[in-house]
């Protein structure tokens, strides 16, 4: 039976963890509020999108602009991964990786070689010896999106698509849904497909009508692909960082808890072995009263 000593490190052990939990869980309580700002602005500026392919995009065929070629027979798939960089956030990364291996398992025989790329560490370190990796980008935090990071990733995924042999682009990542609730999900991203460029359904959405562009849609396009490509890469990764500092803000909230609960419970059997301790005492003096 442990010692009333034991019982005290131990519980002083447990209020430390819970105090640093708590305070992680206040951190991340605030970085989620910023990241949520941001996720709200992405929605809305990719409602206005959608709005707009939704309109031209009758009007738009595959051979107008290098990103929206169809290629004839799909043979090589880069899927591009957003995991977080650290832990300590319950299931957000291992319920992707799941998925991620389900996803190629389903996959193995259909003769087409997928290749993967990933931001954030926990998914390259599981995968690096699994599966074959293009590219890792470890120099763009998961936790700290910036607009400027997704036109890395474009520039550097571009020439993967136009230049490496890569027939199509797709990309999984965590769709955040509520700081208790990730659910993994993975979005076409290269070529683009004009009809199918909505990401959801759009209530209110004109029908295809004629358009007269200025510039020509030839030159509108070669400025708005590249756009478009780096506002769905850029939406991930706003999304990716609401869900990571969510789902830390829970485990988080969960591990404090559970502290508790744990020292408490401590406390108890501490109380009874100092009582067990002060009984034996007791009747040690007892019985050396009566042999004297």
């Known amino acids: 039976m442990p010692s009333i000593k034991d019982y005290n490190r131990k519980i002083a052990s447990l209020k430390n963890t819970s105090k640093i939990t708590k305070t992680m869980k206040m951190v991340s309580a605030s970085k989620l509020r910023k990241a949520q700002e941001s996720q709200r602005k992405a ?4 409602h206005e999108v959608n709005q707009l392919i939704h309109r031209i995009g009758g009007h738009v065929e595959s051979g107008m602009h290098p990103l929206l070629e169809v290629r004839e027979e799909v043979k090589r798939v880069l899927l591009v991964v957003f995991t977080s960089d650290k832990g300590l ?3 957000f990364n291992n319920n992707l990786i799941r998925y991620l291996e389900n996803y190629l398992e389903e996959r193995k025989d259909d003769g087409i070689e ?3 790329a990933f931001i954030g560490r926990r998914g390259y370190h599981h995968f690096s010896s699994r599966a074959t990796v293009f590219k890792f980008f470890d120099d763009i935090p998961s936790a700290t999106p910036h607009a400027r990071d997704a036109t890395r990733i474009r520039i550097r995924l571009e020439q993967a698509f136009l230049e490496e042999g890569f027939d199509q682009v797709k990309v999984i990542c965590n769709e955040f849904l509520s700081p208790l609730s990730q659910t993994p999900k993975l979005h076409h991203l290269l070529p683009l497909e004009p009809p199918d460029l ?3 359904p759009l209530e209110h959405a004109a029908p295809a009508e004629d358009i007269l562009a200025e510039p020509e849609m030839s030159t509108l396009l070669e400025f708005l692909v590249p756009r478009l490509v780096t506002f769905k890469l850029f939406y991930s990764l706003v999304e990716n960082a609401a869900g990571e500092h969510g789902a830390r803000m829970t ?5 404090t808890t ?3 609960k744990l020292i408490d419970e401590n406390t108890l059997l501490r109380n009874r072995a100092r009582q067990a301790a002060i009984t034996t005492e007791l009747i040690e003096i007892i019985s050396g009263a009566e042999a004297l």
Do not use: H
Request: hydrophobic share 40%; glycine share 10%.
């Open 89 to 91: 956030c319950g299931g």
């Open 198 to 200: 909505p990401d959801e």
């Open 258 to 260: 559970n502290a508790l």
């Open 251 to 255: 485990a988080m909230d969960n591990a």
């Open 43 to 46: 929605k809305d500026f990719a």
């Open 114 to 116: 997928y290749e993967l």
